[in-house]
């Protein structure tokens, strides 16, 4: 039987909007031998069920994430403002922030690099704002995960040209391409400027969907 680990993360705002939902849900829906590893920014949930739920603080145990933040956090690219870079300028959705909003983004991203090295076997995202109306066995849970594949991830259909959808995709962490995977992702954001600022945004979902094509 595959050890199964959701990640997620959220902010205070997220917290109170539907961070503790999310949380009361899975403890109370979700099969007990799946656990969750929770990131939290500057806020405390209260932990449903600290058998199977670890909180960690964000600021204590992702310090790239922090050095990310001090070395991009007050520039105006980074936060979705691309008033000033003339490629991105001219686009009809350059005032669509949260395109170039890598800051924001970043914390989600960090999360899940942090929390590949605390999981065996599969490492699954899942957003902080899904709520977990039905009773989730192991069995329909590991369904999702085909032990064949090094990633899977909610596409958006044969054709679509936009990004992919990633409130919910796993690390299938006993594959090499998924090591190799998750090196480059990281990389897009430790060398961001030879990393994602060369992508056309940079949001985790366009990026998680460029290096995908890498692979």
Request: hydrophobic share 40%; charged share 25%; net charge negative.
């Amino acid at each position: 039987m595959s050890a199964i680990t959701v990640v997620t993360t959220f902010h205070p705002a997220g917290l109170s909007k539907y961070g503790q939902r999310f949380l009361d849900s899975f403890a109370a829906r979700v099969d007990k031998r799946i656990k969750l590893l929770v990131y939290a920014e500057n806020c405390k949930p209260i932990n449903p069920d600290p058998s199977r739920i670890e909180i960690l603080d964000a600021k204590e145990v992702l310090p790239k994430l922090n050095a990310f933040k001090a070395k991009w956090g007050h520039v105006p690219k980074a936060n979705g403002d691309v008033s000033n870079e003339p490629q991105r300028h001219t686009r009809k959705d350059w005032d669509k922030q949260f395109k170039w909003d890598a800051v924001r983004f970043a914390n989600k991203t960090y999360a899940v690099y942090d929390a590949v090295t605390r999981s065996k076997d599969w490492c699954v995202w899942m957003d902080a704002d899904t709520f977990v109306h039905s009773t989730w066995t192991y069995e329909d849970f590991a369904e999702l995960l085909p032990e064949n594949a090094y990633i899977t991830y909610v596409g958006r259909g044969k054709g679509s040209q936009t990004w992919p959808e990633c409130g919910f995709y796993g690390l299938n962490l006993n594959h090499p391409v998924c090591h190799e995977f998750l090196k480059e992702f990281e990389r897009m954001y430790e060398d961001a400027e030879n990393g994602m600022f060369l992508l056309d945004e940079w949001h985790d979902s366009y990026i998680f969907g460029e290096v995908l094509k890498m692979f």
